[in-house]
């Protein structure tokens, strides 16, 4: 079992929907939580940490931590041409007690359709 | 700097030869880390700095590849007898601390091509 999962689409939504992007990770240990934007030959970019369960909301993005089914997504509300992109989940390494690094999933591709 | 700095944009190589990558992390940032990311492909960690620490070098692929990183400033990346699999955009992340609790910034990365 890979250590942080994602599909990796591509996902479509119309413009205007709710883009609904999953990941799921294996160790039970693990205490961050992150997404990231990578735009077509760009790097990537932090958009959302979370470390508590429930609901942390920043404009049109929310991102859902539930430990105990070790789940983490990122809904993208009104939904953007802009916001196509690929989105990273990324996990903090529970092999590392210090918290220093963390492991990235393959990312899931988001087209939004105008 | 404002962000993370790596240079050159773009290198391109001829196979055998050797090549090296910089990165300048944000100032005052401790930590450090070089991905790999293979077009179409995820990130591939290959190695990090956290301060005066020893490097975390469990992500290099081959003895061909070594980072050096000087205290908490500029690192390089130096990939010997360069093959065409090495080709890939090569990134740099800097942290303040721990990068695992306050995520990481990116640099715009390298474009390696082996030719």
């Known amino acids: 079992q890979k250590e942080v999962e994602q599909n990796s689409g591509p996902l479509s939504v119309p413009e205007g929907a709710i883009a609904s992007l999953n990941c799921t990770y294996s160790d039970r240990v693990s205490q961050s939580f992150f997404w990231y934007r990578q735009y077509s030959g760009k790097s990537p970019e932090l958009i959302m940490s979370?470390?508590?369960?429930g609901d942390k909301e920043d404009g049109r993005f929310t991102a859902q931590l539930n430990k105990a089914s070790q789940y983490v997504s990122l809904l993208i509300r009104d939904s953007q041409p802009s916001d196509s992109a690929t989105y990273l989940c990324?996990?903090?390494?529970?092999?590392?007690?210090?918290?220093?690094?963390?492991?990235f999933g393959p990312g899931t591709s988001l087209s939004v359709i105008p | 700097g404002a962000g993370v700095s790596q240079s050159p944009s773009n290198k391109v190589t001829e196979k055998g030869k050797d090549v090296e990558l910089r990165c300048d992390p944000i100032?005052?940032?401790?930590?450090l880390y070089w991905y790999r990311q293979r077009l179409g492909q995820g990130l591939e960690f290959l190695i990090y700095?956290?301060?005066?620490?020893?490097?975390?070098k469990s992500g290099l692929p081959s003895d061909r590849f070594s980072a050096e990183r000087t205290g908490e400033s500029v690192s390089t990346l130096t990939i010997q007898r360069t093959q065409q699999e090495d080709s890939a955009v090569y990134l740099c992340?800097?942290?303040?601390?721990?990068?695992?609790?306050?995520?990481?910034?990116f640099g715009s990365g390298t474009r390696l091509t082996v030719v």
């Open positions: 100032s005052g940032h401790t930590a």
């Open positions: 992340a800097s942290s303040s601390g721990q990068g695992g609790v306050y995520g990481y910034t």
């Open positions: 990324a996990v903090n390494d529970p092999r590392k007690t210090s918290y220093d690094k963390v492991i």
């Open positions: 700095f956290q301060g005066n620490s020893a490097p975390d």
């Open positions: 979370i470390y508590s369960n």
